[in-house]
C-alpha cells in the first residue's frame, strides 16, 4: 500500500515538472576587452586590410596584352584576388574579436561586398550594374583606412 502512495506521489511531481515552465537561460555578459587586446586586434585587422588592398592593387594593375588567355588570366587573377580578400577579411575578424565596432562593421561590409562583386564578375554583369558595389566597397575602404590611422 505504501509502494502505490509513493508511486502516486512521483507521478503527481513529475507531471508537475513537466509543466512547470523551464528556466530562461542567462544572457552571457558581454565580453570585454582590454586597451591592449583591442589594440593588437586593431592592428592585425588592419594589417590584413592593408594585404588584401596591396593583392588587389597588383592583380588588377597587370595587363594581358593582345593575347585573349593572358587577359583572362588577368581577369581570373582580379576575381580571386576579391574572393579571397573577402574572404582573408572575414577570417581576420573571427580570429580577432577585440576588433573596435566602427572598424569590424566597416571590414564586415568590405568582405560582403567582395564577395558578392565576386559572384557579379562571374556572373558578367555588367559594370554599369556593378557601380553600386564598387561605391560600397569605396566608402567602406575610405571607412577602414580613417580607422586605420
Known sequence: ????VIAVIAVVVAIGAWFRPAPKPETPAAKTYSEQEVASAKKAVCDAYNLVHNAIV??????????PTAILAVASNGRLAVHAGGQ?????????????????????DLATTFQKLTLEYLAETPDSEQEPLLRSADDATARIKQNCT
Open 1 to 4: 500500500m505504501i509502494a502505490i
Open 58 to 67: 597588383v592583380t588588377n594593375n597587370k595587363n594581358g596584352g593582345s593575347d
Open 88 to 108: 582573408y577579411l572575414s577570417d581576420a575578424l573571427n580570429r580577432h574579436p577585440a576588433t573596435p565596432n566602427d572598424l569590424a562593421q566597416s571590414i564586415t
